[in-house]
């Protein structure tokens, strides 16, 4: 009987000395926790233990490993996707190894009709390009695993690029219904976006779609289905039955943002599939609180990566002028006074303005609730036409528009990229990552971000990316700082600065405004002076 056997997860025989159980327990169960708390803890060094248990600061505990009996022989099970791990821990020992993973073709096979960027690539302003031909030769050397690779380097295109060489049906799982969008587009083609596979053309000629959107459980076993594209929300109902419904249907799967492992649902989806090829994407797949572990045991490591950032930001700081007639010691509160502050929208309103002036054409400015979006939006575009009335001024009626999960954001995607003066007033937590915008240069982090290199480093570097897409004559973009007069943020901002912005001016990924490390190193943790409040209205 074979003392390793691949089906769904790999397996090894316990009678074995291929793998020491200790190593399956200290790899395979993840134990979670916020450093910043634990550090100073003096139980720290006992850890873990029946206090940290009950401590906040205790982020769960994930099992990857289990046992499982194959005609009467005990096995360890541990994720398909540490496929290399195990190579590498099983090098130089004898053992018999069969392979019963289930790679079903597709019914109509894709052919890859676009072109991949190749070395020495440059865009239209000689900018460098992502080597997409050695992307895709490192992943496919391993059939498993993350390419790693900065926003614009067209990983959605080494995605269809690769199921169309393996030719295996194919499943793709996105958080956002945009990023599925990006994904259909790149196989059959859209308004804005020239297909790169024959899939349009297949399905003219069998008249069937052999690459759908899914719009219910039931797509998951639509055979004449080749390429099936999943936002995980739509499956949280079904997920007691999911694994059975999929198993041996589907021979890869694609990950899009595969650092949304952290989410319950979208992890729980993944690991519901059994393909034996997983292709994870992202530009920030670390994460220091440890939860690139989750992803690595879902997909597989980084095992392409590509640096490459055309464009890089300009970084600029402002201070608030309005303080708040008390210091918050909540997020919450804080927040909510930022939001609703006359004083601070009239002047991030002015700073919008002030940026069009300037040629930004396109901006982007990401609070935190939809109530701000609703009254940045209504008085950006009133402003607007008080201003075409009394200047003379030629701004579009819709000159902000909004992004939020109920709005129509198709088109505001559009109106993004349609060449016209747009200001795109946005949910940080929708419009971050991911999301494919080609013209925006300016964006106003308006809200801040966590101070944590865990949280708010990738936050900022995957905000920071929008305003980054390589683009024909597109000038430097810049992201805008806002310093409130409130220690708490404050604090959170320099942080930020110290855990991502700083390492990034010395990597390259950013460029510092000569002023701004003056301005937030000079910081006061503790809060501005404070100065009276601002009582005055929108009229």
Same mark, same amino acid.
């Given at each position: ?8 997860? &790999? ?9 020491d ?6 790899r ?10 634990c550090?100073?803890c ?30 009467d ?11 290399q791990?195990i ?10 190894a ?5 790679r ?8 890859f ?19 997409? *031909? ?11 695993? &993350? ?20 030719g ?16 259909y ?30 719009d ?6 639509d055979?004449? &289905? ?17 694994t *059975? ?7 890869l799967?694609?990950?899009d ?84 502050n006359?004083?601070r ?6 700073a919008?303005? =002030? ?9 982007i ?8 979006? *609703? ?9 607007a ?7 003379g ?40 990552? %991911?999301?494919?915008m ?6 106003h ?27 024909? %004559? ?6 805008t700082?806002?310093? =409130? ?17 700083s ?7 950013y460029?510092?405004?000569? *002023? ?8 006061n943790?503790?809060?501005a ?11």
């Amino acid at each position: 009987m074979s003392d390793i056997i691949l089906q769904d997860k &790999i397996l090894i025989a316990k009678d074995t000395d291929l793998i020491d159980p200790e190593l399956v327990k200290s790899r395979y169960v993840v134990t979670l926790f916020d450093e910043r708390k634990c550090s100073p803890c003096s139980n720290r060094p006992f850890r873990l233990n029946d206090i940290c248990k009950s401590c906040p600061a205790f982020q769960g505990t994930y099992n990857f490993a289990a046992s499982r009996t194959v005609k009467d022989r005990e096995y360890h099970a541990v994720p398909l996707a540490d496929i290399q791990f195990i190579k590498n821990a099983v090098k130089g020992k004898s053992f018999l190894a069969v392979n019963e993973t289930r790679r079903p073709p597709m019914r109509h096979p894709l052919t890859f009709t676009g072109k991949l960027f190749g070395p020495n690539a440059v865009d239209a302003d000689g900018n460098p390009r992502a080597d997409q *031909e050695v992307l895709v030769a490192q992943w496919m050397k391993e059939k498993n695993g &993350i390419i790693q690779a900065a926003a614009r380097s067209g990983k959605t295109v080494l995605a269809v690029n690769i199921a169309c060489t393996l030719g295996l049906r194919t499943v793709v799982i996105a958080h956002q219904i945009e990023l599925l969008q990006q994904f259909y587009a790149t196989f059959v083609g859209g308004e804005s976006r020239k297909a790169m596979t024959d899939a349009a053309a297949i399905a003219k000629r069998t008249g069937t779609p052999t690459v759908k959107i899914a719009d219910s459980i039931d797509d998951l076993t639509d055979r004449s &289905i080749d390429v099936l594209l999943i936002n995980p929300q739509k499956m949280q109902r079904h997920l007691d039955r999911l694994t *059975e419904l999929v198993k041996g249907q589907w021979g890869l799967l694609i990950a899009d943002e595969i650092h949304q492992t952290f989410a319950a649902v979208y992890s729980q989806v993944i690991n519901a599939f059994d393909a034996p090829y997983r292709l994870g994407l992202s530009a920030t797949p670390e994460r220091k609180d440890g939860r690139d572990r989750l992803a690595e045991f879902l997909v597989g490591p980084v095992t392409a990566k590509s640096q490459i950032m055309t464009l890089k930001p300009l970084i600029c700081a402002r201070m608030v002028d309005a303080t708040p007639s008390t210091q918050y010691k909540t997020w919450n509160g804080a927040q909510q006074w930022a939001a609703d502050n006359p004083e601070r929208n009239k002047q991030i309103i002015a700073a919008v303005f =002030d940026d069009l002036a300037e040629g930004h054409t396109s901006i982007i400015v990401p609070v935190a609730y939809v109530r701000h979006v *609703e009254l940045l939006t209504r008085v950006i575009n009133a402003t607007a036409a008080r201003r075409n009335e009394t200047r003379g001024e030629k701004w579009p009626a819709d000159l902000a528009v909004p992004f939020t999960a109920k709005s129509n954001r198709k088109y505001a995607l559009d109106r993004v990229d349609d060449g016209n003066p747009c200001v795109l007033i946005a949910i940080a937590s929708i419009v971050k990552q %991911g999301i494919d915008m080609r013209t925006p240069t300016s964006l106003h982090i308006v809200n801040p971000m966590s101070a944590s290199a865990a949280v708010g480093a990738p936050m900022f570097q995957q905000m920071s990316y929008r305003v980054a897409t390589p683009m024909p %004559g597109k000038r430097q973009p810049k992201v805008t700082l806002w310093i =409130d007069n409130i220690g708490l943020f404050q604090s959170c901002l320099k942080g930020l600065f110290w855990n991502e912005i700083s390492p990034g001016v010395k990597d390259n990924r950013y460029v510092l405004h000569p *002023e701004t490390r003056a301005l937030i190193t000079s910081l006061n943790a503790k809060g501005a002076k404070r100065r009276p409040a601002f009582n005055g209205s929108w009229t």
